[in-house]
């Protein structure tokens, strides 16, 4: 079955540290996959989209990810967070069946203290 | 310009009544979602169209009755409201295929009491 699965459900950093946030994905065949941030009280946002090509891609507010296929994964991560960075994170993929329907992982919450 | 909106943004209503939420997306999109965000923010998708036909139906109660009168709506109809059908709901437009994104409205947080 198609899932994705998000390791990390609740992290506290200071800011200035850096961040990981772990996804792995279960599907078969060709995937996008997508991290979405959703701050407190808004709407979800897109911040980076993996489709094809170049495995490091590059978001928005100094965000990246890297998809590893061999491992199922693609991390999300910055250097070095700011207490605007806090809120949650989702991981998300999309089949190759064009229904559009993405799945999303549990969601991790992202405090960072000032 | 909000790309995509809904409304109401909140709402408050008893067990048994009936309500809908509106979603109206200006991005050209043919492809429109409802997204269920349950307590524990876990979300999940209910249906998608495109261009106005039903693709997907997430084994949601059918109590629940999305409505497309065009390619920039997709309502969202509940009779007998549940206390259990207390989530947030996410309206989403998408292009139709692979290599696309979603955008997502703000939500509209549903309280039954």
């Known amino acids: 079955a198609q899932s994705v699965s998000q390791h990390n459900h609740h992290v506290i950093l200071s800011e200035a540290a850096s961040l990981e946030l772990g996804c792995n994905y279960s599907?078969?065949?060709?995937?996008?996959l997508f991290w979405y941030v959703q701050y407190p009280g808004q709407h979800l946002q897109l911040l980076l989209k993996?489709?094809?090509?170049?495995?490091l891609v590059k978001g928005i507010k100094g965000f990246e990810a890297e998809f590893i296929k061999s491992k199922f994964s693609f991390n999300l991560r910055k250097p070095s967070v700011q207490w605007s960075d806090t809120a949650e994170y989702f991981c998300?993929?999309?089949?190759?069946?064009?229904?559009?329907?993405?799945?999303f992982g549990q969601g991790t919450t992202l405090q960072v203290k000032p | 310009d909000t790309a995509v909106s809904q409304t109401p943004k909140y709402l408050v209503t008893q067990m048994g009544n009936d309500k809908s939420i509106k979603c109206e997306q200006n991005l050209g999109h043919d492809t429109m979602y409802w997204y269920k965000q349950d307590s524990k923010k876990f979300l999940k998708i209910m249906f998608s169209y495109n261009n106005k036909e039903l693709i997907i139906n997430e084994t949601v109660p059918n109590r629940f009755s999305p409505k497309s009168p065009d390619k920039a709506h997709l309502n969202l109809h509940i009779n007998s409201l549940e206390l259990g059908d207390s989530a947030v709901y996410f309206c989403a437009s998408s292009r139709w295929g692979q290599n696309t994104e979603a955008f997502f409205g703000q939500g509209t947080r549903l309280t039954v009491v």
């Open positions: 599907y078969g065949g060709t995937v996008n």
């Open positions: 998300a993929a999309r089949g190759s069946s064009n229904t559009g329907k993405l799945i």
């Open positions: 993996y489709f094809s090509g170049d495995p």
